[in-house]
Structures are given as C-alpha cells and as structure tokens.
C-alpha cells in the first residue's frame, strides 16, 4: 500500500514527515483533545455529531480552532482523497500548542490522521466481559487524549480475565474508557449513566431513537444483579453485548434481544455501520 498523507497545521504531508516538536504541551503534560470518527465508502459517519463534539471539547480546554468547520470538512476530505481508503478512521486531534516554559498554553496543532478499518460481526456474537473499577475521569465532558488510567489498569484487567473496565464513582456506574454503557432493567427500559461521562456519539444516537423506551439516569452497581441485558456503544464497537461483569453472568450469558434490535436499528440509520 502506498504512503498515507495526514494534515499537520492545514497542510497535507506524508504520514513519515508528519511531525510536531517535543515542546508541544501533547508530548510535555499531556495536554489536548481528540476526536475519532469512521468512513463509509469514503464518505464521513455522523460528521457533524463529532465535530459538534470536537469544537465543544476544544473550547472548553480553552484551545483555540483556527479552522473554521467548513474549512475542517474540506481538509478532511481532501485527506480521503488522497489517501484513498474507502472504509477508515479518521482522527481530529488539537495539541496544547508549542510551550516556551513546558507549562502555558500557546497556539495549538491541529494534526488529522486517517487510517484503514473493517468492522466485524462476528463481534456482536462474542461479546465483552468486564471487570469494574472505582475511578472518575477528571474532565469527563471532555474528549482529552489522557488515556493514563485504563491503560495502567491493563494487567488489572487481564487479571480478572475481562475485555475492559467499567468505571464507577463510589457504587455509581460512570462509563468504559472509550466507550458508553447500558443497561436494560427487569421491566425493559433502557438505562445509561447520565452525569460525568463522555457523552458519545453512537450513544446520542440511541436516545434519539423513536419508540425505543430509553432513558439517562442512576445507574449503581446492585442495578447489575437485576439487569435483563447491557451493552456498550462506541464509534468503533457500535453495539456491543455485555455478557460478565466482575466474573457474574449479566442477563443468560448471551446477546439479548434489545440489543441486537438497537444492534440493528444503527446499522440501518444513514450513513450506515457496517
């Protein structure tokens, strides 16, 4: 395959002469903002949700976009252009800038990324087990590149033979590392953790959903010993089975109704998943 291009600053260049310094706040206290989103035949899904979301973490980690959006989508599509790939991902991400001292904000880099992806099916069938963790991500509206404690707590998760953690606030469930969570209580209603999360895209997605009983609000841990089904969605993972959590079987141990529906209905939305 031939050399990727990315965008550093407006400018397209190859992805092995895509470079920022070491000064940058990124690199320095891992300061900045990301977003990620995929491409269908070549064309973006659910643009303008991400980048809704992007301005908004951008604004309030109080880094300035020179870009204006429409200029975004352009050098976006440009990127798809010449990079050819019909079914990808494509990173936004906005750095703390140059820092004189290693500490104050200066004019941010904007750096966009875009890599080959396939979704699999075969995923859904499988399924995810989680092992939960008491943790509050500090700036949780915030898309941040601080990625710092789900990847400390790998070998806790491996050791519990899990896929992922699941965060919770004292009892109070919170959210995956990248990706929102769902449960579906013993009389059907659809329930995801409603404060101090990252409010996803696929998750907006299905609180929008006609004549689907769902709803934001409390979600604690003993609601996991009554729960019928849960899942968790994400750009990457769409609609994804919870079948263990903390080594107890969630609902009968496989992929409950509910979600393959809401599985199904995303698929069907324009613009498409698989």
Known sequence: MSQLYAVINGQY???????????????????????????????????????????????????????????????IAGLTDRNGLAHSGIRITLTGGYSENGYTLSEPNLLITQSAYSFSGAAFDKGIRLVTYDYQRQLPQVKTIDYLQSIYLQPFINEHQADDVLYHDRGELRECPRANFFIVTAN??????????LKGVTRK??????????????????D???????????????????????????????????????????????????
Not at 188 to 197: L, N
Not at 208 to 219: A, D, H, S, Y
Request: hydrophobic content about 35%.
């Open 13 to 75: 260049v190859q992805e092995q002469d895509a470079k920022i310094r070491i000064s940058d706040l990124s690199i320095q206290r891992g300061y900045g903002i990301f977003d990620y989103f995929r491409t269908k035949n070549h064309q973006p899904v659910f643009l303008d949700d991400h980048l809704d979301r992007f301005y908004r973490s951008a604004d309030m980690m109080r880094l300035p976009v020179e870009p204006s959006r429409e200029t975004l989508k352009q050098l």
């Open 188 to 197: 059907g209603v659809i329930v995801t953790p409603a404060e101090k999360i």
């Open 205 to 222: 997605k299905i609180l929008e959903l006609e004549n689907v009983n769902t709803k934001e609000g409390v979600v604690r841990l003993e």
């Open 224 to 274: 996991l010993q009554h729960a019928r089904e849960a899942f968790i969605t994400s750009t990457t993972k769409i609609v994804l089975p919870v079948l263990e959590i903390d080594g107890k079987i969630v609902g009968d141990g496989r992929p409950g109704e509910v979600t393959k529906s809401l599985y199904d209905k995303l698929v069907s939305l324009r613009g498409g998943i698989e």
